[in-house]
């Protein structure tokens, strides 16, 4: 096995791990990959020696189109705030009016 690369997390290190496989390369994970604190630490990721090349460009393929992908709207159901802020008036208004209406008139 030949160290391909090292990666921050075990989250990090088994997405990578789950790509590879998904082309048919096995993989093994050393470092922090489990222990009293999983997902902290760096894990190696290591590939047998033929399939090194082949994972590299995967992972740099992956990597390229990564930047092509447009980021998503952070906040896509967010109402616009004036909108917001007619809504909050109409309701005062609806509500000031339906009392003012079921007030005693004397």
């Given at each position: 096995m030949v160290h391909?690369?090292?990666?921050?997390?075990?989250?990090?290190a088994r997405v990578i791990a789950a790509r590879l496989g998904s082309d048919g390369i096995p993989t093994e994970l050393r470092g922090a990959v489990d222990g009293p604190y999983p997902g902290m630490g760096q894990v190696d990721v290591y590939v047998r020696g033929d399939d090194a090349e082949v994972a590299r460009e995967l992972l740099l393929v992956d990597e390229v189109e990564s930047v092509f992908e447009p980021e998503p709207d952070p906040t896509p159901y967010r109402i616009p705030v004036l909108a917001a802020w007619i809504a909050v008036i109409a309701v005062v208004a609806v509500a000031t009016t339906w009392m003012a209406r079921s007030l005693p008139s004397g």
């Open positions: 391909l690369v090292s990666v921050g997390s075990s989250f990090h």
